[in-house]
């Protein structure tokens, strides 16, 4: 299994987000400050409701979910945010500079999500879906269960 040291806090995270959007020639404005503020400061995946309703609460004005919705689908496309499918959900993510394939954790108890990253796993799974001449983009494994904190 591949382990790194590029996981963030959540006090540089935003700090590391900007600078990979900017390195992919995006703007970092305020608005999707906001948006990665209001999403980093969830400790579970959320929705992209969820995170309008803090962006909104945080700005003192209502933001159109809308605009949360293409931040969020921005910050997915640069690896500064990731989707977890089988929750409909959002959630930072916590290594913006490494990318990998994250396979998600989530607990049916309290929604939860933790992740591993297995290079060699989403690598098979990849070259599985290559090897019938399927272009794989995005490999999704997500595992429900209960986490330890709840079992
Ligand atoms: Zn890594
Ligand atoms: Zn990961
Ligand atoms: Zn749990």
């Known amino acids: 299994m591949h382990t790194h040291g590029q996981h963030h806090s959540r006090d540089d995270l935003a700090t590391a987000a900007q600078g990979r959007l900017l390195a992919a020639g995006e703007q970092w404005t ?23 309703d803090a962006v909104s609460a945080a700005a003192g004005r209502r933001i159109a979910a809308n605009s949360v919705y293409r931040i969020l689908d921005l910050f997915v496309a640069n690896n500064v945010a990731a ?18 394939d994250c396979i998600f954790l989530v ?3 309290c929604g939860g999500a933790t992740h591993v990253d297995d290079d060699r796993i ?5 070259a599985a879906a290559a090897a019938t001449g399927f272009r794989p983009v995005r490999p999704v494994i997500e595992v429900r269960g209960i986490c330890a904190d709840c079992d």
């Not at 608005?31 to 959320?46: E, H, I, S």
């Not at 989707?83 to 990998?100: K, L, Q, T, W």
């Open 30 to 52: 305020p608005l999707r400050a906001q948006v990665f503020a209001a999403l980093a400061g969830f400790d579970r995946p959320v929705s992209a409701y969820d995170v309008t």
């Open 83 to 100: 989707r977890v499918e089988s929750a409909n959900a959002f959630i930072a993510n916590v290594h913006p500079d490494c990318p990998h």
């Open 107 to 109: 607990c049916d108890r």
């Open 122 to 126: 989403t690598g098979d799974v990849r």
